[in-house]
Every structure is written in C-alpha cells, then in structure tokens.
C-alpha cells in the first residue's frame, strides 16, 4: 500500500491549493479516503473525509475533498487559505490498519 501526497506550498492569505494523493497497492474505489493535517505543536486533525461511495463529511467548511477512482487519487481543493491552516497534510485510509502518506506541506503566510 502506498500513498503519495503532492501539490502543498506557500500560497498567500486568501489563496488557494488543491492536493493530490495517488494510491497504489489496495482496492481504492472500495476504501474510504481522508486528508489529516497537523500544525506544528498541535495534535493530529481530520480536514475531510471521503467514502467509498463519494458521501463527504468535511469538518472544515472551506475545504473540498473529491476522488477519481479511475486514477486512484483522491483531491483536497482548500480555498480561502488562512496563515492557521499551516500544516503538513497527509493522506490516509483504513484498511486492516491505518496507511498514512508521507504528508505534503502547506504554508500560509499573513
């Protein structure tokens, strides 16, 4: 299994970024899809969620969470960026046990 994270950045307030994680190894169509981020000092939080069958739950509102199962990459398209979103993002689903991609780094500068 293996979960690759691109697209992070240094993007101004007000900007935008959209990430990308490709997977590989598993079924993806059938497995849930999460990005996580976390700041420095902050613990681990879920940004979005998305399920196998494209429902969406998205803790902060700002952001959009998609998926092509034909290319086996699900999408993060945060808008409206402010200098607290600042984290690395990662990747992840549950399969038998949590896989975790190597995270992408956002910076918001003020």
């Known amino acids: 299994v293996q979960l690759q994270a691109s697209g992070g950045g240094l993007v101004q307030t007000g900007g935008s970024l959209r990430l990308l994680c490709v997977a590989s190894?598993?079924?993806?169509?059938?497995?849930?899809m999460d990005w996580y981020r976390q700041a420095p000092g902050k613990q681990l939080e879920l940004v979005a969620r998305?399920?196998?069958?494209g429902r969406t739950n998205y803790p902060e509102g700002r952001f959009t969470i998609s998926r092509d199962n034909a290319k086996n990459t699900v999408y993060l398209q945060m808008n409206t960026l402010k200098p607290d979103d600042t984290a690395v993002y990662y990747c992840?689903?549950?399969?038998?046990?949590?896989?975790w991609g190597q995270g992408t780094q956002v910076t918001v500068s003020s």
């Open positions: 190894g598993f079924d993806f169509s059938s497995s849930h």
């Open positions: 998305i399920t196998s069958s």
């Open positions: 992840h689903t549950k399969l038998l046990r949590d896989y």
